[in-house]
């Protein structure tokens, strides 16, 4: 939204026509929906370019990027707005999903039951880039996850999940600075009954401390990063003060007796029994089939139970593009549930019958890599030229 919102009712709202996407804060005939209209009429005299500027300064020091490569991150002035009853659906179908996820990451990794009874074909496991053979049969990997799921709304007004992060799923830090920073500059007061922002964390480290090899009590939690060269280092350091749990580096984790330890500021070593892993690396073998660091240092103590790693080695396999295409399945073998929150249809082309349907349609769809992630190689193909 730019420029000066008058106040709801005048001639330029009146004029006002949103373009054939959805549009959050106005209807099709361009009046402001009801959950918006005391956010814009508090927004009617305000200054947006200062207001802009206010929030913008407000966030200084939020930074995306690493090697001192950083760029500020930016947030949109003007909130976005979700009303009670969706957010709830949201919040019970994003759960829904993720317990799904969860359970398909243990049933790859072990019986494959889901393959067995027809619902998921076993190349859709095999082919996928982020699948990890040496994690079959350890302990399963759908424990301990945390989940991003990314959102979308069509045109008709339904939120649907674009894409399942479970590789290395980040955000939260960002979420709860930008909620601070509007709540400080908007010049009106948040809606009762908001979702407070600092639950996130609480709800992070209670599920870091029962993921533990032993259920829970007071495990020995670290962060793992690659320190300054991440592109979330900042979110990393926000993150572990919040916890209150050490950052290490890959260079501070050695394994002794097959369990992993830490080396603490003050060169002391402690055992650990939580890893929360937030590195670039998340593969447990190169392009030239050699373990990586990961491997080396987290399989062993991984694969005996003796540590959690979260995510967990293998759980990469649930970003899959391709697997997106079978979630809302998931949902309904291993929950025995409908889904409460619907997929971006995504298309298995492995199949001859959907090839056949798809290829004709080409030039109307998106098309993914299917490991690929931050939009690096997505063609958006009515848009694309053959270039």
């Not at 922002?197 to 670290?222: T, V």
């Not at 409908?338 to 019958?353: C, I, K, M």
Request: glycine fraction near 12%; hydrophobic fraction near 40%; charge should be negative.
């Amino acid at each position: 939204m730019t420029g000066a919102v008058e106040p709801c009712g005048s001639s330029a709202l009146l004029d006002y026509r949103p373009t054939s996407a959805w549009d959050e804060g106005f209807d099709a005939e361009g009046t402001p929906r009801a959950h918006y209209t005391g956010l814009l009429e508090s927004l009617a005299a305000a200054d947006l370019s200062a207001l802009r500027d206010a929030v913008a300064s407000r966030m200084s020091g939020v930074v995306f990027g690493g090697n001192g490569n950083t760029t500020p991150f930016r947030l949109d002035p003007v909130p976005r707005l979700i009303e009670a009853e969706e957010w709830d659906l949201l919040a019970r179908g994003l759960a829904q999903r993720a317990r799904a996820l969860g359970a398909f990451l243990a049933d790859a990794y072990g019986d494959r039951a889901m393959v067995a009874a027809g619902k998921i074909p076993e190349r859709v496991i095999e082919s996928a880039e982020l699948f990890e053979p040496s994690m079959r049969g350890a302990p399963p990997p759908g424990t301990g996850c945390v989940a991003g799921l990314d959102l979308v709304r069509g045109g008709d007004g339904v939120l649907r999940v674009l894409e399942d992060n479970m590789r290395t799923p980040s955000g939260i830090a960002y979420m709860a600075a930008g909620r601070g920073a509007l709540d400080d500059r908007l010049p009106c007061s948040p809606p009762p009954g908001r979702a407070d922002p600092d639950g996130a964390f609480a709800m992070l480290a209670a599920a870091l401390r029962d993921s533990a090899p032993d259920g829970g009590g007071d495990p020995s939690i670290a962060l793992l990063s690659d320190g300054p060269a991440n592109s979330a280092w900042w979110e990393h350091r926000e993150i572990a003060a919040r916890l209150g749990v050490p950052i290490l580096s890959p260079t501070d984790l050695l394994v002794r007796g097959g369990r992993l330890h830490g080396r603490m500021e003050g060169g002391a070593t402690r055992e650990l029994q939580v890893v929360y892993r937030r590195t670039d690396e998340d593969r447990l073998r190169d392009d030239d089939g050699e373990p990586t660091w990961l491997a080396e240092v987290l399989m062993k103590p991984s694969r005996s139970g003796a540590l959690t790693v979260v995510n967990p080695l293998g759980a990469g396999l649930a970003d899959d593009k391709l697997v997106h295409a079978y979630v809302e399945e998931m949902v309904r073998f291993y929950l025995g549930e409908e889904p409460l929150v619907p997929s971006v249809r995504t298309f298995d082309l492995g199949d001859e019958e959907v090839l056949e349907e798809v290829l004709p349609r080409l030039a109307e769809l998106v098309v993914k890599p299917r490991a690929g992630h931050g939009g690096a190689g997505v063609v958006v193909c009515p848009h694309a030229t053959r270039e």
